[in-house]
C-alpha cells in the first residue's frame, strides 16, 4: 500500500484534521477521504465516513487491524516529511 495523494492542511486553521489523503492498494485500487487528525495523544488516521439518518457517522471503509497500522504509520510518515 502507499500514500497516492495527501493535502496537508494549514496548522493554523484551529481545525483537528491535519490532511486529507487517499491510498492505493498494491492491486491498485484507490481508496479516497482518509483524514490524518490531532487527537490528544497525537496523529491518528480517521477513515472515510458518512452521516446516516440517526445523526451518527459510520466508516465507509473498515481495514482490518494490522492493515490499519500499516496505513496509519504510512500517513503520519509521509506528513512529516519536508
Known amino acids: 500500500?502507499?500514500?497516492y495523494r495527501m493535502n496537508k492542511l494549514d496548522s493554523?486553521?484551529?481545525?483537528?484534521v491535519a490532511a486529507?489523503?487517499?491510498?492505493?492498494?498494491?492491486d491498485g485500487i484507490i481508496i479516497k477521504g482518509f483524514r490524518l487528525v490531532n487527537g490528544s495523544n497525537g496523529l491518528f488516521l480517521s477513515a472515510p465516513d458518512?452521516?446516516?439518518k440517526d445523526?451518527?457517522?459510520y466508516e465507509?471503509?473498515?481495514?482490518?487491524?494490522?492493515?490499519k497500522e500499516q496505513v496509519e504509520k504510512?500517513?503520519?510518515d509521509e506528513y512529516?516529511?519536508?
Not at 493554523?12 to 483537528?16: A, D, F, I, P, V
Not at 486529507?20 to 498494491?26: E, K, N, S
Open 74 to 76: 504510512l500517513a503520519i
Open 80 to 82: 512529516n516529511k519536508n
Open 20 to 26: 486529507f489523503l487517499d491510498i492505493q492498494t498494491d
Open 55 to 57: 445523526g451518527k457517522y
Open 1 to 3: 500500500m502507499k500514500i
Open 60 to 67: 465507509n471503509v473498515v481495514l482490518p487491524k494490522e492493515m
Open 12 to 16: 493554523n486553521s484551529g481545525g483537528k
Open 50 to 52: 458518512q452521516k446516516g
